[in-house]
């Protein structure tokens, strides 16, 4: 069985301020995707990024940066220099790799408010 | 730029009545997904199709929920008779084959209120 847990519910954060969202998963699949999504307020969810399980190399787009280690199940998510137009909800989510099921298991998700 | 489009984006019904929402994946995707989002339950998978043959509806209510694809381009989620406790946002996403990575890309949403 797949897992994610995102233990953070909620984080508010200044204008400016760096901010990291944790992401923890289970799975006895030997490959496998991790991805994360955010959900603004207009509620569409987007895809931000996929990550292969054979792939430990760290990936940094413009503000965002993605921490993964298989080590510790932990595929982390850090925004730098936040605005406030990364207020939204942020869904950690993990599928296997290869094979029929491409279903993804979702964390519960953490929301994200940046104050100006 | 290629995105899945959902209709209605808002429906407002009584219960009893028959709700149809309908999606249109992204042109070339083979997978199709429904899920139900709550502020209780969060996001829900309720059933996907890969070249329009359904291969998990597991998480549908199988009594009055129904999903197809008539053709490649076109998913309907259907319930009938609706009842409150399917006031939700319910999303339909796509995606390329497995091999190619397994994302989905989700559509805006239909709001769904039964009365």
């Known amino acids: 069985a797949q897992k994610v847990t995102q233990a953070q519910t909620e984080i508010s954060v200044v204008e400016k301020e760096d901010v990291t969202l944790d992401c923890v998963y289970e799975?006895?699949?030997?490959?496998?995707?991790l991805f994360w999504y955010k959900q603004p307020p207009s509620g569409e969810l987007v895809f931000l990024i996929r990550?292969?399980?054979?792939?430990?190399q760290n990936e940094i787009s413009g503000r965002y940066s993605w921490n993964f280690q298989k080590s510790t199940s932990s595929f982390n998510f850090t925004i730098t220099a936040s605005q406030v137009v990364d207020s939204a909800v942020y869904f950690c989510?993990?599928?296997?790799?290869?094979?029929?099921?491409?279903?993804?298991?979702f964390g519960k998700g953490i929301t994200l408010s940046v104050r100006p | 730029d290629a995105r899945v489009t959902q209709t209605p984006r808002d429906k407002v019904t009584e219960m009893g009545q028959e709700v149809t929402m309908r999606c249109q994946p992204i042109?070339?995707?083979?997978?199709v997904f429904w899920y139900r989002q709550t502020m209780m339950q969060g996001l829900e998978l309720l059933a996907y199709?890969?070249?329009?043959?359904?291969?998990?509806d597991s998480g549908m209510p199988k009594d009055r929920f129904s999903a197809e694809m008539p053709d490649a381009t076109l998913a309907t989620l259907k319930i009938q008779p609706s009842e409150p406790r399917d006031s939700a946002v319910y999303f339909c996403?796509?995606?390329?084959?497995?091999?190619?990575?397994?994302?989905?890309?989700f559509g805006p949403g239909t709001r769904l209120t039964v009365l």
């Open positions: 996403a796509s995606g390329p084959h497995p091999d190619s990575g397994n994302e989905q890309f």
């Open positions: 799975t006895r699949d030997t490959t496998y995707y």
């Open positions: 990550r292969n399980s054979f792939d430990e």
């Open positions: 989510a993990l599928s296997p790799r290869g094979g029929a099921n491409s279903k993804l298991t």
């Open positions: 042109l070339g995707h083979n997978t």
């Open positions: 199709f890969r070249n329009r043959a359904p291969l998990d």
